[in-house]
């Protein structure tokens, strides 16, 4: 082979060699790339927004706001604005809304009524409904468990008397369902300082009721005596399907999710004094009545003029008699007598 060409090929492969090391190297000894977090465009104040929609009527608790950023040439002096001239937001706990708040939509001062001011229990009312108090004692009012907010029924108590001799008839009946405790005592939020609720024994229970309602409250406050019963938060979908094979209310056509979440929020927030439910004693006790006493009739039971046996409607004797004629003077005396 011709020693010219085999030294072009050797220095081919020495470069050849030199450049791979070199790229090599390149690679492997090249510092691996250190993450750099981008800057962070600084956020405008926070203010208080309703994380959903909250009616006229509503009392607010903890999960009522959260703060959001809001652009800073937008934001009024009406807002609850995080840090320094904000309020701290636990002392909102507890206060009824006004006007009502759209989800997201900043809440306002105007917006709010506290404790104590002027048409605040108004406030908390819905549209067409009326406060009426009950009072209540210790074992009547669930031990001080009922809180504002919360949704009982009415259990009315009392006994009835009949025309007889026997002992009256004790029955109990649910004649409310499903009602909304507005206040307990003169107090709307039942919370320490530290925001807890606390059970308190309490003597009286404002509702919010329809005017009919509040009439049956009213009557049956003097008929017998009335208890609580506190509903279990999971009765809404039962009541439901019970208004709804009772004919109350209308499902909606299709399957529109609001429809059928707007009729839902219809039936649990409204009470009933529907077809009631009712105990009597002896469905308690063996030796307690089922009925109402019997009334006696005056045929068994008014005495006669001359106290010798029952008398009719009219005054005279009742069942057979004897005249007994003595002169000119006759007596009657019923069958029986002495």
Not at 93 to 122: D, M, N
Not at 147 to 169: H, K, M, T
């Amino acid at each position: 082979m011709d020693v010219k060409k085999i030294v072009l090929l050797v220095g081919a492969l020495i470069i050849a060699a030199v450049t791979a090391f070199m790229a090599k190297s390149m690679f492997t000894g090249a510092a691996a790339p250190q993450a750099v977090a981008a800057p962070v465009a600084p956020q405008g104040p926070e203010v208080l927004v309703a994380t959903r929609v909250l009616p006229v009527g509503t009392i607010i608790d903890a999960e009522a706001f959260r703060y959001q950023p809001w652009p800073e040439g937008l934001v009024q002096d009406a807002y609850f604005p995080r840090g320094e001239g904000g309020v701290d937001p636990s002392s909102l706990i507890g206060t009824v809304v006004r006007t009502e708040i759209s989800a997201g939509q900043p809440v306002t001062r105007g917006a709010l009524i506290r404790p104590g001011e002027r048409g605040f229990l108004a406030a908390a009312l819905g549209p067409g409904m009326r406060a009426v108090s009950v009072a209540v004692s210790e074992t009547s009012g669930v031990a001080g468990f009922v809180f504002p907010g919360d949704r009982v029924d009415i259990v009315l108590s009392q006994e009835v008397e009949g025309g007889g001799d026997g002992a009256p008839l004790r029955v109990s009946e649910t004649i409310i369902r499903n009602i909304r405790v507005l206040a307990v005592d003169q107090r709307i939020n039942a919370r320490d300082a530290e925001g807890n609720q606390v059970a308190r024994n309490t003597s009286t229970v404002t509702f919010e009721a329809t005017p009919r309602i509040a009439e049956k409250i009213a009557v049956a406050q003097r008929v017998g005596s009335l208890s609580l019963s506190l509903r279990s938060l999971a009765d809404n979908t039962a009541e439901l399907e019970r208004a709804i094979a009772a004919g109350e209310v209308s499902v909606p056509e299709g399957e529109d999710p609001r429809a059928e979440r707007s009729m839902l929020l219809a039936v649990a927030n409204r009470p009933m004094d529907g077809p009631s439910t009712y105990t009597v004693g002896a469905d308690v006790s063996r030796f307690q009545r089922s009925t109402v006493p019997a009334r006696v009739s005056n045929n068994d039971s008014a005495p006669s003029a001359n106290g010798a046996g029952p008398v009719g409607v009219d005054g005279q004797p009742a069942g057979p008699v004897v005249r007994v004629a003595r002169g000119n003077n006759v007596t009657v005396v019923p069958v029986g007598a002495r």
